[in-house]
């Protein structure tokens, strides 16, 4: 009886360091897997103050005020994996507008990533961290 009892408290143990020893290699593969971010600015170059509009995908409008002169963070998002392609610039975004001080609609294409100056930087190596800024610059004649 005290050889079963002994043989069941050893596979017991057993099977405790197998299962840390999984969850710590969840943890380590979890900790490699990196990150890349994607903020999205806008630079007001203006005459006068304008208005982004900015809907996320928990349908929630955001609106920001930027001064002319100004430039201002209006959506940054996250995902797991390094990646250095820096995408679409508004792949999350479900909806975008920007107004002016006489209520007209920016006409540029929002949608067009050559309306955007995209900056890449690889923050850390191991983990690959990278994050993609893109910036909108805003003038008086991208108004109707």
């Known amino acids: 009886m005290l050889v079963y009892l002994c043989l069941r408290a050893i596979q017991f143990i057993m099977r405790v360091k197998y299962m840390l020893g999984l ?3 969840a943890l380590v593969l979890s900790a490699c897997e990196g990150n890349t971010d994607r903020v999205r600015i806008v630079k007001n170059v203006t005459t006068s103050e304008i208005t982004a509009y900015v ?3 928990d349908s929630v409008w955001t609106t920001f005020q930027i001064p002319s002169g100004r430039r ?3 959506f ?4 797991f994996g390094g990646s250095d392609y820096a995408g679409e610039p508004l ?3 479900l909806g975008f507008v920007i107004v002016n001080s006489d209520n007209d609609t920016l006409k540029t294409n929002l949608y067009d990533v050559d309306s955007w100056v995209v900056y890449s930087n ?3 190596k ?3 961290n990278w994050e993609h800024e893109f910036v909108l610059y805003v003038t008086d004649a ?3």
């Open 91 to 93: 792949i999350d975004v």
């Open 76 to 79: 940054a998002s996250s995902q």
């Open 122 to 124: 690889q923050l850390k």
């Open 72 to 74: 201002e963070t209006v």
């Open 142 to 144: 991208d108004f109707d």
């Open 55 to 57: 809907m996320s995908y």
């Open 23 to 25: 969850l710590g290699m």
């Open 126 to 128: 191991a983990p690959s």
